[in-house]
């Protein structure tokens, strides 16, 4: 099946610091979302992404299908954009989510 | 507020026990999806449905089922409950029928305890 992996695993940054997450899959998928899990444990849906770029406030994605990535960028970090980070493909039906990028935000 | 309501947020059972977990989409979607997190096997996709009827399964094991009702809410049953199925519990929906390809809105989680 596919594998999706995510880099860093674990980020550390000052606040007002930018930072990139990267999302690698094996295999041509039908799309990719990037989802935040604040501390308290929800699930917010960030972008749905199979392709191109899009961007909302501080935060920004790309994926590039034919190089089988997705590029998360964050700028001007805040300390409320602390969490776990995850992509999720999806191909043939089946949902298979990256293990996650834990981004913390130091005040 | 997504807008998905997951009941009840915290079970505490014992193994060999049976549960139902509840899910209310957001006003408008026809489209339920279940997840699994746990510390093991991180966030797995368990199943989809749609306007009532199943359509696509992914990690979810023969103790666990699901249905979707004719007023949109779902249930997912989890039987002769084990140690290792101690997890957080999520659903999603969205508004179209094709596995994956819409953007998701979660559901708080509800978070089972097998003692």
């Known amino acids: 099946g596919i594998q999706v992996e995510q880099s860093p695993p674990d980020l550390i940054l000052q606040e007002g610091a930018n930072s990139t997450l990267r999302c690698n899959f094996s295999d041509s998928v039908n799309n990719l979302q990037w989802f935040h899990q604040n501390p308290w444990g929800q699930l917010i849906n960030l972008f749905y992404i199979p392709s191109g770029t899009k961007q909302n406030g501080r935060l920004s994605a790309t994926t590039v299908a034919t190089e089988r990535y997705s590029l998360l960028y964050i700028s001007s970090s805040q300390t409320t954009d602390s969490g776990v980070y995850f992509c999720?493909?999806?191909?043939?039906?089946?949902?298979?989510f990256g293990k996650g990028t834990r981004l913390h935000i130091l005040p | 507020d997504s807008g998905v309501t997951q009941t009840p947020k915290h079970l505490i059972t014992a193994t060999g026990q049976r549960v139902t977990l509840r899910c209310s989409p957001r006003?408008?979607?026809?489209?339920v999806y279940w997840y699994q997190q746990s510390l093991d096997q991180g966030l797995q996709f368990l199943i989809h449905y749609y306007n009532g009827e199943e359509r696509a399964k992914g990690n979810i094991l023969e103790r666990f089922s699901a249905q979707q009702f004719p007023d949109l809410h779902s249930e997912l049953n989890l039987s002769s409950l084990e140690l290792g199925d101690s997890a957080l519990y999520f659903c999603a929906s969205s508004v179209g029928g094709t596995t994956g390809n819409q953007p998701q809105h979660f559901g708080d989680g509800t978070r089972l305890s097998i003692l």
């Open positions: 999720a493909v999806n191909r043939d039906d089946k949902i298979i």
């Open positions: 006003s408008g979607d026809l489209s």
